[in-house]
């Protein structure tokens, strides 16, 4: 989705404007709205407990260790400390 790449850029409402699945997903939210089906309460329970769900299955993810030391270094440097190599 759009709104992933530009996270912090983009607007939602621009993300609607120009993502399709992003404005797919809004307008059915709409919709069962619109029809009563379910409350904004009971969509961001649904939307939760989906994006739960998908953390629960979905297989772990590496821990890359050059990333690790990247963000050790910046903070060691931004504190002034010295470097430690054991």
């Known amino acids: 989705m759009v709104l992933d ?3 912090g850029r983009g607007s939602p409402e621009w993300c609607y404007e ?3 699945d ?3 997903v809004v307008d059915m939210i709409e919709a069962m709205l619109h029809r009563a089906q379910m409350t904004p309460g009971e969509i961001r329970t649904a939307a939760t407990l989906a994006c739960i769900h998908y ?3 979905r297989l772990p993810q590496p821990i890359r260790i050059e990333a ?3 963000i050790i270094e910046a903070v060691r440097s931004e504190r002034g400390e010295e470097r430690d190599d054991g």
């Open 5 to 7: 790449k530009l996270w």
């Open 18 to 20: 120009h993502d399709t």
């Open 22 to 24: 992003f404005h797919a």
């Open 55 to 57: 953390e629960m299955r």
């Open 68 to 70: 690790w030391s990247r």
